[in-house]
């Protein structure tokens, strides 16, 4: 499990460092809403659906604790190989809410995988549902806070670094003297830059395992808040270094992912209590294959629906190929199914009950029949779903390419140049073009693109900025790179 988990910090880090982030927080609302609600939703379905069968097939004793943990395993989703077909600049919005949805679905069942564990559910009452539903938005809540806060260390310590020793000497404790000079001693050094972006990320992992939170959520805002603040912050040579080595870091950690999904398929201990009933087996490994599609289908074109009617705009609007795609992306099961079902089902890796070998068995079956069968079919899916799609092929054979240029923010959304534009056309042809704003409540609730991200601009360049830096406020330091190279093009 802690294995698992340092692996998925590196890949939500660099997924997080090339996601575009204003197509993100376009679709924060409907993200939220597909990543949380539809997580309870497919949770409730499947619990339900797994305890009204599974009665029927004598396996063994389950509890209802056991009921409800296969609801969190089973609603944690892999979208790693739709994302991999998928591109953001032909798709943002459906490359944006896959992305999204994944992370925080992740985050959302370990978070109600750690709220069943952490209660005695042999008997519930309304006082124990209310702790739960109390417990679980806690460690919503905190995991989210403590990833923007550690975030928000990171680009703070590093900006401060720029002004010399002197701020170092004045702001920090003595006890931890000794190890900020060690990323004084060359005061733009990529490698020391990039060292303390990576360590101030694991420290918001660490901080979360100690509090008991879950690390998957704090990761991922500790990676929005450091793309948006902490990378603007160092070089240029080091922004181009971190990129790559996230990036690296991240495909690394994939392989890893999946040799731990096909090395527990050879678990042989656990194949052997269900060798004399594969029909058994079978039967469950089915149902629960069943359910999963049932649960996601149950949530993604209802919110889909719902979240239709608050959009005014056809393009901000969920098409049924895109809701469609959504649903197929979220079919896969991978490595934290696979942990959560260790985690519930063993002690150390091992069981001497049928019952939870069968467990075992049949989630490894899923997850190897979901990778397998589903992965192969997301390209022709989505070649047929989305045939706009011009360069699909080449996706899954490139590596991850440089930016065009390291002084276009990661926060641009690749479409502020068309509308420029497109702008810039009519009043070329018909005269100044006046862009209505909204004015109203509904308007505002109807296209919350604008309004909200324009407040949220003002409120970053008066405040955050200027403390946390970003993006046009890097202090200016005699002597650094960026005036180095000025000095070589004059």
Not at 69 to 77: H, N, V
Request: glycine fraction near 6%; hydrophobic fraction near 45%; charge should be positive.
């Amino acid at each position: 499990m802690i294995f698992l988990q340092n692996e998925l910090i590196y890949l939500n880090l660099s997924q997080e460092f090339q996601v575009k982030k204003k197509q993100f927080f376009r679709n924060f609302m409907t993200i939220m809403t597909f990543g949380a609600v539809g997580t309870l939703i497919s949770f409730a379905i499947i619990s339900l659906g797994a305890m009204h069968f599974f009665h029927k097939f004598n396996i063994g004793s389950l509890k209802i604790g056991d009921y409800l943990a296969l609801g969190a395993i089973f609603s944690a989703t892999d979208s790693v190989c739709t994302l991999q077909v998928l591109n953001q600049d032909e798709t943002p919005l459906l490359y944006s809410l896959v992305f999204g949805e994944g992370v925080v679905n992740d985050a959302t069942s370990v978070v109600l995988f750690n709220a069943i564990q952490s209660f005695d559910l042999s008997h519930i009452n309304t006082s124990t549902a209310l702790q739960f539903i109390g417990n679980f938005l806690y460690l919503f809540a905190a995991s989210t806070i403590l990833g923007v806060v550690a975030g928000l260390l990171s680009a703070y310590v590093i900006k401060k670094l720029y002004f010399g020793r002197q701020v170092i000497f004045n702001v920090i404790l003595s006890s931890l003297l000794c190890l900020f000079l060690q990323f004084t001693k060359i005061r733009h050094s990529t490698d020391r830059e990039v060292a303390l972006m990576i360590l101030m990320a694991y420290l918001s992992y660490i901080l979360s395992e100690l509090f008991y939170l879950s690390a998957i959520l704090t990761v991922f805002f500790c990676g929005i808040v450091m793309s948006h603040y902490t990378w603007h912050n160092v070089t240029e040579s080091s922004r181009v270094t971190t990129k790559h080595t996230f990036a690296t870091l991240s495909f690394v950690a994939e392989i890893f992912i999946f040799l731990y999904v096909g090395m527990d398929a050879l678990d042989i201990e656990k194949w052997r209590f269900v060798s004399d009933s594969p029909g058994k087996s079978i039967a469950v490994s089915s149902i629960l294959l069943a359910l999963v599609l049932v649960g996601r289908a149950a949530f993604v074109f209802p919110l889909s629906f719902l979240t239709n009617l608050t959009k005014k705009s056809p393009s901000d609007k969920i098409s049924l190929k895109q809701q469609v795609t959504i649903w197929w992306a979220g079919l896969m099961r991978g490595s934290v199914s696979m942990a959560l079902a260790y985690n519930q089902f063993t002690r150390s890796g091992h069981t001497d009950l049928r019952a939870n070998a069968i467990m075992i068995t049949s989630t490894i079956t899923v997850v190897l029949f979901s990778t397998v069968v589903f992965g192969l079919m997301t390209k022709p899916l989505v070649r047929i779903l989305l045939p706009s799609s011009k360069h699909i092929g080449s996706m899954i054979s490139s590596e991850p390419s440089s930016p065009k240029s390291i002084t276009v923010p990661l926060l641009s959304n690749g479409q502020d140049s068309e509308v420029s534009l497109g702008v810039q056309d009519s009043e070329a042809n018909h005269g100044p073009v006046n862009i209505p704003r909204p004015t109203s409540l509904r308007m505002l609730l109807s296209s919350p693109s604008h309004t909200v991200h324009h407040y949220w601009r003002k409120f970053d360049n008066a405040f955050m900025r200027p403390v946390f830096g970003g993006r046009g406020f890097v202090p200016y330091v005699p002597g650094s790179p960026v005036e180095q190279n000025d000095h070589q093009w004059h």
